[in-house]
């Protein structure tokens, strides 16, 4: 079993900042990615930012240049800067999680979402 723990979603005006936590915790042997993606109402959910099974980091177009992804292996967590937030950005962040369990099963879990609202 995995957990995976989200936390700093909120309520900020536009142009402020919001800091995203997700800490993976349970019956992991390694992590192979880890970010975050959001579903905003009536619409799919989106790549926000991610550490890829190669290291690198994706993001998405919309939130390049204003949103920062960092991590810190020995605690399992990825952490997730969001700045100079607009309205648009408003949604329900998503942490994923790929990994390996301790059986040598590849795997990938979802946490429960945290809400992000931006107002005008």
């Known amino acids: 079993q995995v957990q995976l723990v989200e936390s700093g979603g909120g309520l900020v005006q536009a142009g402020g900042s919001l800091r995203l936590s997700c800490a993976a915790s349970?019956?992991?042997?390694?992590?192979?990615?880890m970010g975050w993606y959001r579903q905003a109402p009536g619409k799919q959910r989106e790549l926000v930012a991610a550490?890829?099974?190669?290291?690198?980091?994706n993001y998405g177009d919309s939130v390049k240049g204003r949103f920062t992804i960092s991590r810190d292996n020995s605690k399992n967590t990825v952490y997730l800067q969001m700045n100079s937030l607009k309205p648009e950005d408003t949604a329900v962040y998503y942490c994923h999680v790929e990994y390996e369990d301790i059986s040598g099963w590849a795997r990938g879990y979802w946490g429960q979402g945290t809400q992000v609202t931006v107002s005008s």
């Open positions: 349970g019956r992991i042997f390694s992590i192979n990615a």
């Open positions: 550490f890829t099974s190669g290291g690198s980091t």
